[in-house]
Every structure is written in structure tokens, then in C-alpha cells.
């Protein structure tokens, strides 16, 4: 039974928008998370909107002393992920490298010192000295009073010096993640098409070169929901995932459900009283993405909502002033959930609840399962993320497959066929769940069925 229920899940997290991040937003930090100022740098935006997706420092850095001198130990974790993500790339060593004396100081040219023993130990053409290969690479760009070698380096500027370094890199490599996507031309028109997971990790991360080019290069970003500027539509939201009428949850759910909720709640220590004005279908969602994602995401290398690949997107839209179109809504997309039966809702909710009260292998496949498509979206590899996700997210026989599919598919085509037909010539990103490109009758089966050609890009 609960092989149902996990694809119900895993087909949210792929094919509807990151509605379960709003979830999480709403439900866990309302009680647990408050959420001071970063201490960022306008000019590092972009950079660190960029690096912290790498997994090589954690974001509560920002809250913390972000701009003031950085500490050994925090230098010495950056240096050894920085390390680690170079690592990954599985390069021949250089045999005749001698490493250049680090001076244990903590100045700029002390961590870009290290930065740069971590390239040079490999067979990579980083020249003789660090500093010029820094200048170059653009990695180094001085500050108001030059290069400013001598002076004690922020946390800000050894994270930003680091994260450059990791993207020029795989930059250099043509390597970083390709993703799944597809790229269709017409009257003068470029529409770029990229599947989504709305749950990622630090290991997709970079996104290969040639598609941050493809979305540099956009005129627009069109998403299912663009969640960064909700505006009118959050007081509509949090009435739709909240009950209106008086009632609370225990009057839409059985005793047995609702006694289990009960017992989840102890294990994630929220109060009880934290669900009761929330709908079964809310809840559910987000305590299974709870369950199989990392809402902390310490090390990144676990999935975590906040990782979504939409997300990057559109964060980095927003900070670029690039548009964001709605292709749907998050209005139109909780009325989906909402609009499911209440006996679904309640057997769905049911059926979450016992698989963390009784952990089964299901639920370890599952995690197992998300993590495989994870790797599948890095490699590019469409056909086997199709094979899969058809084989273990798709059954046209319940309630949320046929909320997922089918009319939406039909109305988003239609807006890209839109966009392609415009005699207001253009370039467009689109990024929406995977599972509306790959399942049968879905946008590609639409685009191609009316006689559009759709190749795969990044090849």
C-alpha cells in the first residue's frame, strides 16, 4: 500500500511546483526558525546566492559575522569542501607539483595561496603564479584600494573567492550538472526547457556552463509558481491550506489518523496544536517531505527542499531583475490539492503517518529512489530518468496522477506555443517538474504533436 503513497510524493516533488517548500515554510519555522538579517554585501549576491549551493559553508554564516575577519576554523572547512568539491572532479594529479608556502595569516593572499595549491595539484594549466592565475580567472578583482593582499580576509571574501574558483573551474572542465533539458526554435523564437526536481543537493551543483548560459542569455524565466513574490496570493494561500469555517483538522480525519498525528508530532517535537487549522493534504506533504529530505541541510549532501533546482533559478532571476512569468500559479496549484477527495486526503495523510511511525523499505527505496533521479539530472540522463520515473512515480489510476497531468499539461503548451508563435521575437527559459516533459501526453508530446521541433540541448 504504501508503494502508491510513495509515489504520490515523489511525483509532488517532481511534478508540481515547490508548493512543499511553502509547506515547510508555513508549518515548521512559524514555531522553530526565526530569521535575523544576513550581513551580505550587495556586490556578493550573486556570488554567494551561487556558492551556497556547493555545500562548501553553511548559511548561518551570514547571521554571524559574515563581513568581519575570518576565524581559522571556519577557513580550514571552507578550504577542505572547496577541497573536496575539486575533488569530485576526478582529475589526473599533477606529478611535479610543489605546493606554494602558505604564510598561516589569514590575509587575502594567504587564502588565495591555498585556493590555488588546491588547483595546482592537479593537471590543470594554472600557470606559476597565484596571484596572476587569481587576476585572470577573475577570481581575484581587488577592492576599493586594490588588491588589498596584505589585509585579514572577511568570511565574505574567502567564500566568494572559493566559489569562483569551483565555478571557473568546472567551467574550464566543461563539466557541473547538464540537467534534463530540450530546446525548441520557431519564428525566430528560442523557448530553452528544463525538467526540474523540486528537492536538491549539493552535488548537482554547478549547473553546467552551457545552461547558466542558455538562461543568462533569456529575456525571461517562466516557472509553474514563482514563490519569491506571492504578493496578493499569499493571504488566498494560507486560507486554502487552513480551514475557514470553524472546523479544525480532527473534524475531517478519523480518530485513528489523527492519533497517529499525535505521536508524529512528539517525534518531531512540533506542538499538536501547530496542524489542527491546517488540511490533511498540507500536512501530509509536508511531513513526507520532512521525512525524506534535510530541512537544516548541514552538509548538503541530502536532499533539501531549499536545493530545488527552480529555486536557484529564480533566486537568481530575482537578484538579476530578470522577469518571472507564472505559467499557473501557487493559486491555481493549491487548488489542485484541494480540490481531492476527502477520503483521499485522509487515507493519504493516514498512510505518511505509518510510514514514519514504522519506517519500512519502501521509505528507505524512496530516498534511495530521489537521490538516483538527483544523479540521473546531473549526468543529463534523460532516458534513464524517463525509464525510472515512469517505472516508480507514474499510476494513471489515482486521484493526484490525474490532478498532476493531463489539463495542465495542455494549458502550460500552449503558453510556450505562445511564445514560439510571438512576432515580438524572444528568448525564454522554462523550468518546470521533470515528469511534464518525460510522461506520455505531456508538454514535449504536445509541442512535437503539433509539429514543433524539440531537440535535446547540452550535448
Known sequence: MYTRIKRELLKTIVS??????????????????????????????????????YGIYTTDWYYDGFREEISQE????????????????????NEHFTPI?????????DVLIRLYNILAQYDIPVGDSHIDYMLEKNILRGTGSGLDLNSICTTEQAVVFAT???????????????????????NGNTVYLLGSI??????????????????????ALL???????????LEGFIELITYQDGTTLKDHISEKTYQKLLQVSEIYGMPIELFEEFKPWSIAITLETLSMTDIDNVDGNLPSAI??????????????????????????????????SSEFQDQYLNKVLDNILNPSDDHLDSVELLEEWLNQWKDGDIEGFTESYLKNAVDTEDEISNMLFGERDRNMAEKIIDLLESEEKGTYFVVVGAGHFVVPDTIIYQLKDKGYNVEVFNY
Open 16 to 53: 508540481l511546483s515547490i508548493i512543499f517548500t511553502i509547506l515547510l515554510t508555513f508549518i515548521v519555522p512559524i514555531w522553530a526558525i526565526e530569521f535575523p538579517t544576513p550581513d551580505i554585501s550587495p556586490w556578493a549576491l550573486i556570488t554567494l546566492n551561487e556558492g551556497e549551493r
Open 74 to 93: 571556519r577557513l580550514e572547512l571552507l578550504l577542505e569542501n572547496t577541497a573536496g568539491k575539486i575533488e569530485a572532479l576526478e582529475l589526473d594529479k
Open 101 to 109: 608556502s602558505s604564510k598561516g595569516d589569514r590575509t587575502r593572499e
Open 164 to 186: 569562483r574558483l569551483i565555478e571557473d573551474t568546472y567551467n574550464l572542465l566543461d563539466a557541473g550538472a547538464k540537467g534534463l533539458a530540450w530546446k525548441v526554435e520557431h
Open 198 to 219: 523540486h528537492a536538491g543537493n549539493s552535488l548537482i551543483y554547478p549547473i553546467n556552463d552551457k545552461l547558466k548560459e542558455a538562461f543568462y542569455e533569456s529575456d
Open 223 to 233: 516557472v509553474e509558481a514563482n514563490i519569491l513574490n506571492m504578493g496578493n496570493q
Open 307 to 340: 536545493l530545488g533546482i527552480d529555486l536557484y533559478f529564480m533566486s537568481h532571476a530575482q537578484i538579476i531583475q530578470m522577469p518571472i512569468i507564472e505559467l499557473e500559479g501557487l493559486s491555481h496549484q493549491s487548488d489542485l490539492f484541494d480540490n481531492l
